[in-house]
C-alpha cells in the first residue's frame, strides 16, 4: 500500500509561479513511475508530466517548457514546478503512483491550483 500526500497549490496570478510535492509513504520503495494529473470541472482526468525511477520524464503538450517534474527517490518525493501559468491551468492536480509489481497506480487526494487572469 503507498499513501500519497500532495502539497503547494493555491491561487496565483497568470504568469506566476506554484511548486506541487507529493510525498509518498507506506511500501513507497516499489514505487516505478509518479505523475501528476489535473481535473478541471467538467472534465476528465490527463496527464501532466510522470517521471520514472530512472529520471526519464514525460509532459503534455500544453505544459511542455513550463512545467518540470522532478524526483528525490531518497525522499520519495515526486514535485511539480509550474512556471507562466495560464488561467486553463486551473484544476485539481492530483499524484499517482504507479507500482508495477502489483499492477496498481496509487493516487492522492489532490490539491487545488487556481490561476486568476
Known amino acids: 500500500q503507498v499513501h500519497l500526500v500532495e502539497s503547494g497549490g493555491g491561487l496565483v496570478q497568470a504568469g506566476g509561479s506554484l511548486r506541487l510535492s507529493c510525498a509518498a509513504s507506506g511500501t513507497a520503495f516499489n514505487i516505478n513511475t509518479m505523475g501528476w494529473y489535473r481535473q478541471a470541472p467538467g472534465k476528465q482526468r490527463d496527464l501532466v508530466a510522470r517521471?520514472?525511477?530512472?529520471?526519464?520524464?514525460n509532459y503534455a503538450d500544453s505544459v511542455k517548457g513550463r512545467f518540470t517534474i522532478s524526483r528525490d527517490n531518497a525522499k520519495n518525493t515526486v514535485y511539480l514546478q509550474m512556471n507562466s501559468l495560464k488561467p486553463e491551468d486551473t484544476a485539481v492536480y492530483y499524484c499517482?503512483?504507479?507500482?508495477?509489481?502489483?499492477?496498481?497506480?496509487?493516487w492522492g487526494k489532490g490539491t487545488l491550483v487556481t490561476v486568476s487572469s
Open positions: 499517482a503512483a504507479d507500482v508495477e509489481s502489483v499492477g496498481m497506480r496509487y
Open positions: 517521471i520514472t525511477s530512472g529520471g526519464s520524464t
